[in-house]
Each structure stands twice: as C-alpha cells, then as structure tokens.
C-alpha cells in the first residue's frame, strides 16, 4: 500500500517545524501553539478548548512535519526527532486506561496514521520492527473494537486508519476479516449519513466536505485492496459532490451552517439551480446574476434534522448573500465543549437569525420523533418568485411556522406564523454581517449598509400590535475557538397568537414588493404592477 496517497499533507510544515524549536508545539494549524520544555506534556490541558486540544495533541501530527521536513532536507536530526517524539509517547500512553485523550478515537485515527509514515520513510532510522509491530497492534485492536466505533464521521476516520494498519499485521487472516468488516460499515455508513438527495445528515456544509474528502481516501485504499465501492455507493459520492456546487456560495464560500468554519475553495464550480431536501431540512435558491456571477443572489433555509451531530438549534433559520457580500448570517462553531457559554450562544436559537420566544428552549429528543414537529413543509417555484415554508412546533404549547419568498428581482419576505396557548415574547431575529453598519428609522424599519450597498428591512404590520425594533450585539465565529462582534436586528411583540411580515430589500426598490399584506392565508404583493397571490 502506498501511505503517499492516503496521508495528505502538511502545508506548513516548515513553520511547524521552526515553532517547534523555538519551544511552540503546533498541533493543528487552526491553534494556538502549546508551550514545550524539553519533552511534551502529553496530559496538557488549554484552559478554554481542552478536549480539542487533547485530541490533536495526541494525533501527532508534529511527527509528519518532521518527516517532511526530513524528505526535503535530507538532515537526519528531523527524522530522528519523530522518532524521539513516537518512542516518548509510546512509553507514556500506551496503557488504554490512561487518564487523557490520547486513546480517543481520532487522535488514534490520525496517530497510526502518521507512525505507520514515518516508518516507510525513516530508512535506518526506523522504530525496532518488534515495537512498530505492538503500536500496529495496539492500534488495529482499538480500532476493531466495536465499543469504540462512532456511528459519524469518525467511524469513517477509523475504518481508513484501521485499513491502514491492518495491512501491517503479521497475521494475514486477521487482515482478510478486517478488510470485510470495514467494507461493510463503510458501505452501511454511506447509506445511513446520506440523504436520498445525497446531501451528508450532519447538519453541516464543512463536515460534509470532510466527510467526502474522507470517503475518496476510502474508495482509493479499498481499490488497492481489490475490494472497490458497488456502483449504487459510487452514485452517492457522485451525487454528493455535486450537491457541494449547489450549495456553496456565489464566492465559493462554505455557509457557516452548523458547525462550519471559513472555507473557500475556488476549485468548485457554482451550480445556479435550486435545491430542497425535506430530509434533510434544507433548502437553498440562486439567482444567477449573468453579468457578474459573484453578485448572485443566494438564500439558504432550513428546519429539521436526521443527526444530532453538529446540529445546532437552527431550525427556521435562513442565510441570504446577494451584492457579492453576506447579508444574513449563521453564527459558525466556536469549539465542541459541553457547557461552554461562548459555544452555548452560538448554536441557541439567538445564534440564528430565525423567530424564537425569549427565555426559552427546546430539546431536541431523536429525529424519528421530532420530524414529526420539525420540518420543512412545500416549495414552489413560479416565473416571478420561489418560496418555501417549514415548521417548528418544538417550543412547549406553541406552534411556529415560517414561510419565505425569495423574488427575482431579489426582494426577500418573510411570514412568521405563532400559534400558542402562553403569554409569551416573540423574537424574529435577523444576523448581520459584520460589517454591516445599520441604524433604526422607525419602530418597524431598519437601514443596513454594506460597504456601498444599502438596503431595508422592514415589518409589514396592519395589526396595530405594540411592537418593539432593537439593535443588539452579538458574537459570530469564523474561525475555530475564536468570536467576532457583529449585530442582530430584532422585532418583537408579546402574546399568544400572533404574526410577523417583514420585507428585505435594495433601499429604492420597494416598489417591487408594494402592498404586500395578509389577507385569508394568503400572502399578497404586487411586483411592478403585476399582482401575486400565494396561498399559504
């Protein structure tokens, strides 16, 4: 087996490398540094993101910088240094029990991985085959073990590595039932994970291209063991990838849904067609704007759910980019510790620019149960609009429907439906990009201004409800352990039934969307003269 094709690459090995000397362990790219003196404390915990630190701390990535850095150099110092650091955590952690994260299943995904290269590179610098044998060993066994196995993406993680390994063992046998077993979970996971649209059910743009980047490793070690994915699993893939085109943004920027960091990649082609899946609960609009591609309009909506990893609080929440620039936002991933109240903020329903009751929540049980209260509901698409609906009836006693039109002028309404037996505050949210600059004309109208680009958000209301229109700040996160200020726009009323319809749109331009109203559950407006009327 070729290790070069399976372990991808440090980019930034050399700066690794020079950190490192100078006393500054880099564990991943997106961390901070971890401060060394002499040997690595490998029961280091950060103060703030500890699990994740742990994690890629004993994933010993520093052992494929030295390996590459040795590649290019041809000094042996380097390749005898990754020696140095497997031996010195060999001894310190080999014992399963031990009291850190270095037997969690991606730092050892990624560990024998960076070993099993090491390795085949070190020449005469290689471990004592009798103790590179027990590290395959030990590793292979953790990861065979069903008590360790996730049923996500690091179940994936772990079928690659324990392929890797297992083509190290000495007992062959063992190997061949290795082999079939993780062609089975791999070929039962890709199934399960994807949606009959083949869209990843992990609630997040980001995992989902990890999750493909993972399985591609996998087709290639599987092809080397002439054991190749069925044609109906390739299908899939297929699918998958091109849904990644549908659901990027017109600058080729993944949207920050769910636990989605910044991630550009200029490399994918832009596809302006929709998308909905009701599986899944997403729904994504472009318009192409053919004289400027990057000044597309796009709009991502979503509620429901199939997976609870990385789904945050998000339901009836939606994204919208136009003008070249983000105007709605998603909140990002902040980190993954439990009980964190940056991490808290970001995936609560306040985090999203969506309608939720102050002062409450709600518990997202099991998606066979829930489904049932939490969904997308209709799409339609028309010559002059496109429009989709969902339902949020998670909220104890209360009932929320959200209904958006998104027209082809750009025009973007909003109807927010409560039906409640409580005497509750009603929030409809709305998330800015943070450089957004905005200031409040009246109790019911906003101006937002983006760079030279201004445009409105205003409450369309006939009802004579006291309403109140607040700026707020808030915290979105583009990068991994780090926040941005930025500002949320809020109308509220206080009630049990009630509504909310509000219109976004280009400052001028409000004659595109004039007399738009409700009228017997029907959304009414007028475009240029010609008149709409969507049943709701």
């Not at 540094?33 to 994690?55: A, E, F, L, M």
């Not at 796009?298 to 997976?307: A, I, P, V």
């Amino acid at each position: 087996m070729d290790i070069k094709k399976i372990i991808s690459k440090s980019k930034h090995f050399e700066t690794n490398i020079l950190e490192y000397e100078k006393g500054e362990l880099v564990i991943k790219d997106n961390l901070d540094p971890v401060k060394i003196n002499g040997s690595i404390d490998w029961d280091y915990r950060h103060p703030q993101n500890s699990r994740t630190y742990q994690v890629y701390l004993h994933s010993l990535n520093i052992v494929k910088d030295f390996v590459q850095m040795y590649l290019k150099t041809d000094d042996k110092k380097y390749i005898k240094e990754a020696r140095k650091i497997i031996n010195d955590w060999y001894n310190k952690n080999s014992d399963y029990k031990i009291n850190n994260f270095a037997w969690n299943e991606h730092a050892a995904s990624y560990r024998v991985n960076n070993i099993i290269y090491f390795q085949e590179h070190s020449e005469k610098t290689k471990l004592p085959q009798k103790i590179f044998n027990e590290i395959i060993t030990k590793h292979v066994d953790f990861l065979n073990d069903d008590q360790n196995y996730r049923d996500n993406n690091h179940g994936i993680m772990m079928d690659n590595s324990l392929l890797v390994a297992s083509f190290y063992l000495e007992n062959k046998e063992k190997q061949e039932l290795i082999t079939s077993k993780v062609y089975y979970r791999l070929n039962y996971s890709i199934k399960r994970d994807f949606s009959y649209k083949g869209l990843h059910l992990e609630n997040s743009p980001e995992y989902h291209r990890l999750v493909l980047t993972l399985l591609n490793r996998s087709k290639r070690i599987l092809k080397e063991l002439n054991k190749p994915f069925p044609s109906d699993v390739l299908d899939i893939l297929e699918n998958a990838k091109r849904i990644t085109s549908i659901f990027i943004k017109p600058n080729r920027q993944y949207p920050l849904v769910g636990d989605t960091g910044t991630i550009i990649d200029k490399k994918i082609p832009k596809k302006f067609v929709d998308f909905i899946d009701y599986e899944a609960g997403l729904s994504i609009f472009n318009n192409k704007n053919n004289d400027k591609i990057s000044d597309s309009t796009w709009f991502l909506f979503k509620s429901g759910y199939q997976s609870k990893t990385h789904k945050h609080k998000d339901d009836l929440s939606m994204n919208l980019y136009m003008d070249g620039m983000d105007i709605f936002i998603d909140s990002g991933k902040y980190n993954y510790e439990k009980e964190n109240p940056i991490r808290e903020k970001v995936v609560s329903p306040e985090g999203h620019s969506t309608i939720y009751i102050e002062g409450k929540d709600y518990k997202l049980t099991s998606p066979q149960k829930d489904q049932l209260k939490l969904s997308l509901n209709k799409y339609i698409k028309k010559h002059k609009y496109k429009l989709v609906s969902a339902k949020n009836n998670m909220y104890h006693a209360t009932y929320l429907s959200r209904t958006c039109i998104l027209t082809d002028s750009d025009e973007l309404i909003v109807y927010d439906s409560i039906n409640s037996k409580i005497n509750q505050k009603y929030i409809q949210n709305f998330v800015l990009n943070p450089n957004a600059k905005v200031s409040k004309i009246n109790n019911r109208t906003f101006r937002i201004m983006i760079n030279d680009k201004k445009y409105c958000l205003q409450l369309i209301d006939d009802n004579n409800e006291k309403v109140n229109a607040d700026i707020k700040e808030t915290v979105v996160s583009f990068e991994f352990g780090k926040t941005v200020k930025t500002t949320q726009l809020q109308f509220s009323k206080q009630g049990t039934r009630t509504s909310f319809l509000t219109a976004f749109y280009r400052e001028g331009h409000s004659d595109n969307i004039s007399n738009l109203r409700i009228d017997k559950s029907q959304i009414m407006f007028s475009d240029k003269g010609e008149k709409h009327i969507i049943n709701l």
